[in-house]
């Protein structure tokens, strides 16, 4: 089945994603995308603490997960892929892994960026980003948790 479902959250795994995201989905592995989590000794073993019990875990550089997605190595997992920010995904969708829609779920404030709701805030170059995915077919999401409303990020970049 490959990637059930792709969501951005700088947090990665937490409490949200390790209960209420994996379980509504019915996951069986989380993907973590990030090419600075792969190489952080101390990221890694807080994500395999914090990843729910008897689910697989992998923690991939952008190539890797994009060579990985496109050879199938996960047709057999119903597959959470998760990304920090959005141009990690951006570089995993233009480098052809086949990823049709994706949640925007948490993007802290920082210098230069603007809220867009609760939990999201777009610096310039995330908006770019988002517009050009838009414009590309991809459906994008802005939800906390599952039950929230997904409606369309263009909602809120409005």
């Known amino acids: 089945m490959t990637v059930i479902h792709a969501r951005i959250d700088e947090r990665l795994i937490h409490g949200q994603v390790a209960t209420v995201w994996t379980n509504s989905l019915g996951a069986d592995r989380i993907i973590v995308v990030n090419d600075e989590v792969v ?59 086949n990823i049709t829609q994706f949640n925007v779920g948490n993007i802290s404030a920082k210098p230069g960026s603007k809220a867009i709701k609760k939990s999201v805030a777009l610096t310039d170059e995330d908006i770019a980003d988002l517009e050009y995915l838009l414009q590309k077919g991809i459906k994008i999401t802005a939800q906390m948790v599952p039950t929230e409303s997904d409606a369309s990020i263009e909602t809120f970049l409005k």
């Open 39 to 97: 190489h952080d000794k101390m990221q890694i073993g807080a994500l395999k603490m914090a990843k729910p019990t008897g689910v697989k875990l992998s923690i991939l550089s952008i190539q890797k997960g994009i060579l990985n997605i496109q050879n199938g190595k996960y047709d057999d997992d119903k597959a959470f892929l998760i990304t920090r920010n959005i141009q990690d995904m951006r570089r995993l969708i233009d480098g052809g892994a």
